[in-house]
């Protein structure tokens, strides 16, 4: 009986252990970022066939009062079908005093093909507000036709 026991208790916590490794955390760190959860939005994609909205990825917006910084990131949804898949997402984060010749510190971004999410991406934003572009390509359409887009402006303004 002893035996079964521990058997039956260490395959649950063999189970355990990968379902801990195989998901990523949802947490700030888990992207790279420190500080608080301000902001999360959505990003829309339109089926192909129907014109619905769906929904497969969001912005998480972090702040960091102690330091002053945002830090953002575009996660996939877990649950969709290419979830832990590479697939093309891009994100991008200016802050209000980003020009074309000052990117240091009020500009960043990320692109390529990720399995759970682009990021993070960082800007200075104490006392100053932050505009976040994303698109999440995940589609079967030519071309960007079904991208999901995202555009936020003025926010997080602490």
Known sequence: MLKRTLTVTLAGAAALALHLVASPAAGAAAYGCSGTQVGSWKVPMKDALDGSTYY??????FYNARTGWNC?????R???QRYGEKTPLYLEMYNSRWAEDNW???Y???VGRFKYHAGPVKVYGKNICVSIHAKHGDHTGPGDDYNG????SGVACD
């Open 56 to 61: 497969i990825s969001d912005v998480k917006l």
């Open 72 to 76: 953002a990131a575009l996660v996939k």
């Open 78 to 80: 877990a649950g969709h």
């Open 104 to 106: 240091k510190n009020n």
């Open 108 to 110: 960043d971004k990320d």
């Open 149 to 152: 887009r995202l555009s936020l």
